[in-house]
């Protein structure tokens, strides 16, 4: 058969006369799925972006005298503040989470020891302690331990907004799995060659792993970027609010105009966009790789 | 290069070749070889102890208490559990929770699997629309609940309600009516997960054995038939991730309803987590709200247990 190798499961191929109701069908589908999705993000930027008075509540379907006011307006009321101290924890924080991270994954994929199992299911253990459902006891953690800041402890500073967002089970369990396909004698003719330990982690093992490297990237950086309810319990004063908070700072102010809220929410947007779209073919084969092996 | 292969080239102890003991520098060489492992697991575990199995752990601990700031810890022994079981609050919260769940993840699937099958295949316009309809998983929660709290906004120019005014339906209040905030609430969630089960199934559909499809045309199946017979059985493992992620995802849930209702109206919406926070955080009973997320955390691990065991016991 011509066309099996393009075979999905309804099988929709290009039409033949008789098939041309099902192509029509499907077309008529594909655009409902794109107004579902699409209309409301579009409108969201559409209301941003238009100057024309609007009453509290209501959207905007069409760019009516285009202003960037709406913006200003929402980078004035904390959304600068806001961006930069997410910035700060999405940055220091993806990237501990992933140099700690990729070191544990390369002891449990690329070294035989005693341990070994155990540590692996205290790893995967912790998948399913949810940060919603440990918050509470996480947060009085955080009040107890000592730390060199104004509070005296982890709470209002960046050292409580990152560290707990630093152990994740699910870059550990991509990147095992990823390094337990790498050929052992690739690592074999550098230590022959006198490499040590670190230098074959750096200089052999980390190069290959650059695929798995990008999904953990920008799953990682979506999980961050989205907390919300650990950056509720941790910042105190609104210079430590996350983009976040912020965001739902604005909902309660009433003199902000709806524009004003959506603006700071279309902020918080943009950069997980902008990173899914530079990474997605990372984030595909992640949850291919990740997820569908189990 | 591991430690057993030092072993191995070193059988020294037992057959004294020389008379010689190992040097000192080799012993200190296996010492360092039988450490490695540990150093590179070691700032990984730290974390975990530090920020996820002692908060686990002081959490159970605290739950037998009744915490008094200033006071001291009075010890009640199961006292906070059995508040607990007969507080009607967190039951009707419990009750809530599990209807969100249960919707939320079973129409995410449903609607997911639907997608798969829609926009499933290499085709342009395809991949396009499923980079547009990805866009709710990638915005953060907080932003699909500002959205649609504008979306939703209960008069008859609001968005939703002028379009389905475009039906000659009233406009709703969702949101702010009882009866509706919970289902609105679902919808939302429905909107923004559904795309990424979508991703999930196409994941599991590439993995179909084409020839299969082949073979079920030669016979002469049907569509529905090639579905029922080979698509779904052969998606069945898939089925059970998405089904995990979303039950762990169901009982978490905290994020959308808090932004969106606060629990409200009239409690109509509140939730396990958002319950929690209100008795922890704004009432501060530590050793109530420790003994609901002790209760909470036992739920959520039985319940992936569960289902990982009836997937274990299916694919043998």
Redesign the interface.
């Known amino acids: 058969?011509s066309a099996?190798?393009?075979?999905?499961?309804?099988?929709i191929r290009w039409p033949k006369p008789h098939q041309l109701p099902g192509r029509i069908v499907?077309w008529v589908?594909?655009l409902l799925?794109?107004f579902?999705?699409?209309l409301?993000?579009w409108?969201?930027i559409a209301?941003v972006f238009s100057g024309a008075q609007m009453?509290?509540?209501?959207?905007s379907l069409s760019i009516r005298d285009f202003t960037v006011d709406n913006i200003v307006q929402a980078w004035q009321y904390g959304v600068a503040r806001g961006f930069f101290n997410s910035m700060v924890v999405v940055v220091i924080g993806l990237a501990l989470q992933m140099?700690?991270?990729t070191?544990?994954a390369?002891?449990?994929a690329r070294?035989?020891?005693r341990g070994?199992a155990i540590?692996t299911v205290?790893?995967l253990?912790?998948?399913?302690?949810?940060?919603?459902?440990?918050?509470?006891?996480?947060?009085?953690?955080l009040g107890q331990?000592p730390a060199p800041t104004e509070s005296g402890s982890l709470l209002n500073s960046f050292g409580g907004l990152i560290?707990?967002i630093?152990?994740w089970a699910m870059p550990?369990y991509i990147m095992t799995g990823f390094m337990k396909e790498i050929p052992k004698e690739l690592?074999?003719s550098a230590?022959i060659d006198g490499a040590g330990?670190l230098r074959v982690?750096f200089q052999v093992v980390l190069p290959l792993c650059r695929p798995a490297l990008g999904t953990c990237a920008i799953f990682g950086f979506?999980m961050i970027?989205?907390q919300?309810?650990l950056p509720m319990?941790v910042a105190r004063t609104p210079d430590m609010y996350t983009l976040?908070m912020i965001?739902?700072s604005l909902?309660s102010s009433d003199g902000l105009g709806?524009p004003v809220?959506?603006a700071?929410?279309?902020m918080?947007?943009v950069p997980?966009?902008v990173v899914?779209?530079l990474l997605?073919r990372f984030f595909?084969r992640g949850?291919?790789s990740g997820?569908?092996k189990? | 290069?591991?430690?057993?292969a030092t072993r191995a080239a070193t059988p020294s102890r037992a057959v004294p070749a020389g008379g010689s003991r190992p040097s000192p520098g080799r012993r200190r060489r296996r010492i360092k070889q039988?450490l490695?492992?540990?150093l590179?697991?070691l700032?990984?575990?730290a974390?975990?102890a530090?920020?996820?199995?002692?908060?686990?752990l002081?959490?159970m601990w605290?739950s037998f208490f009744e915490v008094r700031p200033y006071l001291g810890n009075l010890w009640i022994g199961l006292g906070n559990f059995e508040r607990a079981v007969t507080d009607p609050a967190l039951g009707s919260a419990a009750l809530h929770t599990l209807i969100d769940a249960a919707a939320a993840v079973g129409l995410s699937m449903l609607f997911g699997f639907l997608?798969?099958?829609?926009?499933?295949?290499?085709a342009l316009?395809?991949r396009l629309?499923r980079?547009?309809?990805?866009?709710?998983v990638?915005?953060?929660?907080?932003?699909v609940?500002?959205?649609?709290?504008?979306?939703m906004?209960?008069?008859s120019?609001?968005?939703l309600n002028s379009f389905l005014g475009f039906f000659g339906m009233g406009p709703n209040e969702f949101l702010s009516d009882p009866d509706q905030a919970l289902a609105s609430v679902i919808l939302i969630q429905v909107?923004k997960h559904a795309?990424y089960d979508m991703?999930?199934f196409i994941?599991?559909?590439?993995?179909?054995d084409?020839q299969l499809?082949?073979a079920a045309?030669i016979d002469g199946a049907n569509?529905w038939q090639?579905?029922r017979f080979?698509?779904i059985p052969a998606l069945r493992?898939?089925i059970?991730?998405v089904l995990?992620?979303g039950i762990?995802r169901g009982?978490?849930?905290?994020?959308e309803v808090?932004?969106l209702t606060n629990g409200g109206p009239a409690g109509a919406t509140e939730m396990i987590?958002t319950y929690?926070?209100k008795t922890?955080?704004e009432l501060g009973d530590?050793g109530y709200?420790?003994a609901i997320?002790t209760m909470?955390?036992l739920v959520?691990?039985v319940a992936?247990?569960v289902t990982n065991w009836i997937?274990g016991r299916k694919e043998d």
């Open positions: 058969m099996g190798s393009h075979q999905t499961a309804l099988n499907h589908l594909c799925v794109l579902v999705f699409l409301p993000i409108s969201m209301t009453r509290q509540g209501q959207m140099t700690v991270s070191l544990a390369y002891a449990l070294k035989r020891f070994a540590v205290l790893i253990a912790t998948m399913m302690m949810p940060a919603e459902v440990i918050s509470l006891p996480l947060y009085l953690v331990i560290l707990p630093v152990g550990i690592e074999e230590q330990d982690f979506l970027w989205d919300y309810l319990l976040t965001v739902t909902q709806t809220r959506l700071a929410a279309l918080l947007m997980g966009v899914y779209l997605q595909e949850l291919l997820s569908v189990g | 290069m591991s430690a057993t039988g490695t492992p540990w590179f697991l700032p990984a575990l974390i975990f530090i920020f996820k199995f002692w908060p686990v002081y959490g605290l997608l798969a099958l829609l926009l499933e295949g290499p316009h395809l629309i980079t547009a309809a990805f866009l709710p990638v915005a953060a929660l907080v932003v609940a500002q959205l649609w709290d504008v979306i906004y209960p008069s120019y609001g968005m909107w795309p991703v999930i994941a599991g559909l590439a993995g179909i084409r499809y082949e045309d569509r090639r579905l080979i698509t493992p898939v059970t991730i995990m992620l762990i009982l978490r849930v905290f994020t808090f932004v987590v929690l926070y922890g955080i530590f709200a420790s997320s909470l955390l959520t691990i992936t247990s997937r």
